[in-house]
């Protein structure tokens, strides 16, 4: 069965950098890209953007430039979240998810457990 | 650009059927959206997604009491024979050029 398993809740330090990881298993990890969504604590959940799992593109949202690179291990299956110079605004929940293509939608059918970010002086 | 508008709540007795909506804006009366859940404390699971024609095709394990279904620029998702642990905040989500896109969500009360 399809599963997307994140990687241990963090606790940064403000400048501090992270990286989370998504390790997908149950079908071909080329086959379907993989967004990333934030979900700041009491909000509402927010597209950070997007990779391709086969050509490694990343597309980010506006508000995730910069400071949030999207990568790939696919010798490993899995796909990665780095933040740098981490702000107290950047504690959240990052849940990766799969994207599934109808026509012009993609939707995420399949989703991670989600991996708390904390950061804090 | 595309907004996706859902009423920050609702409510409704166990037992009973809720009809949950989400607008999308000017435009883009023909875009498909899919539902998702997130029961308190959890992370989001896939619910369904529902055509501009009101088919809609459900995520693995997904109870039949679910059900989506459109009329123009609404996508709608009904829940019958509510249950309690059907109390959970509910998104649609839809794509623009490129770009995701959430709704704000709906946070639905099992009285």
């Known amino acids: 069965q399809v599963q997307l398993v994140q990687s241990g809740s963090e606790l940064k330090k403000p400048g501090a950098s992270v990286k989370v990881s998504c390790k997908a298993s149950g079908y071909g990890f080329n086959s379907f890209g993989m967004n990333w969504v934030r979900q700041a604590p009491g909000q509402g959940l927010e597209w950070m953007g997007w990779?391709?799992?086969?050509?490694?593109?990343?597309t980010y949202a506006q508000g995730f430039t910069g400071r949030f690179v999207f990568s790939l291990d696919t010798s490993v299956s899995t796909a990665y979240v780095q933040i740098s110079s981490l702000k107290a605004e950047d504690t959240a929940i990052y849940y990766c998810a799969r994207a599934r293509w109808l026509g012009n939608l993609n939707y995420f059918d399949y989703w991670g457990q989600g991996t708390l970010v904390t950061v804090s002086s | 650009q595309l907004v996706l508008t859902q009423s920050p709540s609702a409510s409704a007795s166990l037992g009973a059927s809720v009809k949950l909506t989400c607008a999308l804006s000017s435009g883009h009366s023909s875009d498909a959206i899919a539902w998702h859940q997130q029961q308190p404390e959890r992370g989001p699971r896939y619910l369904m997604k529902v055509n501009s024609d009101g088919s809609h095709s459900k995520g693995d394990g997904i109870p039949d009491r679910f059900s989506g279904s459109s009329s123009g620029a609404e996508r709608y998702l009904t829940i019958s024979s509510l249950q309690s642990e059907d109390e959970a905040d509910y998104y649609c989500q839809a794509w623009d050029t490129g770009i995701g896109v959430f709704g704000g969500g709906t946070k639905l009360t099992v009285l």
């Open positions: 990779i391709n799992t086969n050509t490694g593109n990343p």
